[in-house]
């Protein structure tokens, strides 16, 4: 079974519209984490949370907003989309916020905006 | 900043050839080191990790060696087999960094049976 549940796994959107991508752990892992992945950066970190907060945000545009309703979801809408948005983004989780912990990766949302 | 540098983008191999795949980092204090692999349709897989200086990171056949000397972190496996065909990808950790991994370009390894 996977221990990341990610959802939905592939999606198509129009440019200027709002999704939001699911991800769900069942590792009992502490920490959860966004990356994307393109062909322009292989792989890019967006977020991080720890015990259901914000730890640190590197995506530049406000578009992009996490969200954790329970500690072991951390889904995330996206606003406005762009045709750059399209990317495979990936859920990630970690026992502790640390850097010495070993990363799940979820199987990832491929989407694409059109 | 922090950052990760794969030098080959693509490996071409037979089986049982011997494999090594670079990779050099710049950081500030003393980061963690890992390798990721990712095959098709898949998010990356942890392979291994290290620490501190000299420390041996492996699993499966494969194996690199911290090098604070020369900021290296070389992935290496003696013989490889047509199922390590996958993309491998080279991160860092560092404290100052807080909870986020930097990854490297990642290098695509092709093993022909």
């Known amino acids: 079974d996977p221990k990341i549940i990610q959802k939905p796994k592939y999606l198509v959107a129009v440019t200027g519209s709002e999704k939001i991508l699911i991800c769900e752990q069942y590792?009992?892992?502490?920490?959860m984490y966004w990356y994307r992945q393109s062909a322009k950066k292989p792989l890019e970190f967006m977020f991080s949370?720890?015990?259901?907060?914000?730890?640190d945000n590197q995506t530049a545009s406000s578009r992009f907003q996490p969200q954790s309703s329970k500690k072991n979801h951390l889904d995330l809408q996206i606003t406005a989309l762009k045709p750059d948005d399209s990317a495979t983004y990936f859920c990630?989780?970690?026992?502790?916020?640390?850097?010495?912990?070993?990363?799940?990766f979820g199987s990832g949302t491929r989407l694409l905006v059109i | 900043g922090d950052s990760v540098t794969q030098t080959e983008g693509q490996v071409a191999l037979s089986e049982e050839d011997f494999l090594t795949i670079h990779c050099n980092y710049s950081?500030?204090?003393?980061?963690?080191l890992f390798w990721y692999v990712q095959y098709p349709g898949e998010g990356p897989q942890f392979l291994f990790r290290?620490?501190?200086?000299?420390e041996k990171g492996s699993s499966r056949g494969f194996e690199a060696t911290y090098d604070k000397g020369t900021t290296s972190f070389h992935l290496r496996k003696a013989s490889v087999q047509e199922s390590d065909s996958a993309v491998y990808y080279c991160?860092?950790?560092?404290?100052?960094?807080?909870?986020?991994?930097?990854f490297g370009t990642g290098t695509s390894l092709l093993v022909d049976p």
């Open positions: 949370y720890s015990y259901q907060k914000l730890m």
């Open positions: 991160a860092l950790g560092a404290s100052n960094m807080g909870y986020k991994l930097t």
């Open positions: 950081a500030s204090g003393y980061p963690a």
């Open positions: 290290a620490s501190r200086d000299k």
């Open positions: 590792l009992g892992h502490n920490a």
């Open positions: 990630a989780s970690s026992q502790e916020g640390t850097t010495n912990s070993d990363y799940t």
